[in-house]
């Protein structure tokens, strides 16, 4: 056989294993203009589509309807997690959202304040599930619970209206703590906190009122606090997280 032969045959089965690999780059080859596929939005879907994560914090601005508040402590009841307010911002069933509007959870239970035996009260959302808990004040971040509060000690809030201020307790009785930080409308149920030796914080309480002619909070302890809703709790004790 002559060489041109041979030349001629290496040429068309270059040219054939070149057509082959034109084809396949055209069966799986993405065109350039291509795009992502939408998500679906419901059943497996989802897989692909993740709503995005977001935390409730202590301090964080929450809104039920027109009302206002702020987040005191986060935690859980048998692994679900939840944040908690004070009880005259309760809303039975009620939607919460974040500052720019964002679905956070809703009402699951809670306790108006003066009512009954109870003068403080609580309120306890149940987080949606792409929404973490976080115990950190910022700086700072809730270490540990401080029971056992004292007069002339130092302690600070975050509330949603005020932000951070700090002052000095005044008084100290089994169900409430006086002192004199300052503080306005929104602030209720917001963090109160002591600074601890790691100078992290200790959670004291949450906000629940304010003097009218005078600067200083009303504060409920975190001994009453946890004891209300504990007994209030059908599926087990309410647990702080801390860092």
């Given at each position: 056989?002559?060489?041109q032969?041979?030349?001629?045959?290496?040429?068309?089965?270059?040219?054939?294993?070149?057509?082959v690999?034109a084809?396949?780059?055209?069966?799986?080859?993405?065109?350039?203009?291509?795009?992502a596929l939408?998500?679906?939005?419901?059943?497996?879907?989802?897989?692909?589509?993740?709503?995005?994560?977001l935390?409730?914090?202590?301090?964080?601005q929450?809104?039920s309807g027109?009302?206002?508040?702020?987040?005191g402590?986060?935690?859980?009841?048998a692994?679900?997690r939840?944040?908690v307010?004070?009880?005259?911002?309760y809303k039975?069933?009620m939607?919460v959202t974040d500052?720019?509007?964002?679905r956070?959870g809703?009402?699951?239970f809670?306790?108006?304040?003066?009512?009954?035996?109870d003068?403080?009260?609580?309120?306890?959302?149940?987080?949606?599930d792409?929404?973490n808990?976080s115990a950190s004040?910022?700086?700072?971040?809730?270490?540990?619970?401080?029971?056992n509060?004292?007069?002339?000690?130092e302690?600070?809030k975050?509330?949603s209206?005020?932000?951070?201020?700090?002052?000095r307790i005044t008084?100290v009785?089994p169900?409430?703590?006086?002192?004199?930080?300052?503080?306005?409308h929104?602030?209720?149920g917001?963090?109160?906190?002591?600074i601890?030796?790691?100078?992290?914080?200790?959670?004291?309480?949450i906000?629940i009122?304010k003097?009218?002619?005078?600067?200083?909070?009303i504060?409920?302890?975190?001994?009453?606090?946890?004891?209300t809703?504990?007994?209030?709790?059908t599926?087990?004790p309410?647990?702080?997280?801390?860092r």
């Amino acid at each position: 056989m002559s060489s041109q032969s041979h030349s001629g045959r290496r040429a068309k089965v270059a040219g054939l294993l070149a057509a082959v690999a034109a084809a396949v780059g055209m069966a799986v080859g993405v065109p350039a203009h291509a795009q992502a596929l939408p998500c679906l939005g419901s059943g497996s879907a989802d897989l692909f589509c993740p709503r995005p994560q977001l935390s409730a914090f202590p301090g964080q601005q929450i809104n039920s309807g027109n009302s206002r508040c702020s987040v005191g402590v986060t935690g859980d009841i048998a692994g679900r997690r939840y944040a908690v307010t004070a009880g005259h911002c309760y809303k039975p069933g009620m939607t919460v959202t974040d500052r720019g509007g964002t679905r956070l959870g809703r009402y699951e239970f809670g306790v108006p304040d003066h009512t009954g035996t109870d003068e403080f009260g609580f309120g306890v959302i149940r987080l949606s599930d792409n929404v973490n808990t976080s115990a950190s004040l910022g700086g700072q971040s809730l270490e540990s619970i401080n029971f056992n509060p004292q007069v002339g000690q130092e302690l600070c809030k975050v509330g949603s209206t005020t932000g951070r201020t700090c002052g000095r307790i005044t008084q100290v009785t089994p169900r409430h703590i006086y002192a004199d930080l300052y503080g306005d409308h929104g602030d209720s149920g917001g963090v109160v906190y002591t600074i601890t030796p790691t100078g992290q914080a200790a959670f004291v309480g949450i906000v629940i009122a304010k003097f009218e002619r005078r600067v200083g909070l009303i504060i409920e302890p975190a001994s009453v606090l946890l004891n209300t809703i504990n007994r209030h709790s059908t599926d087990g004790p309410f647990r702080i997280h801390t860092r």
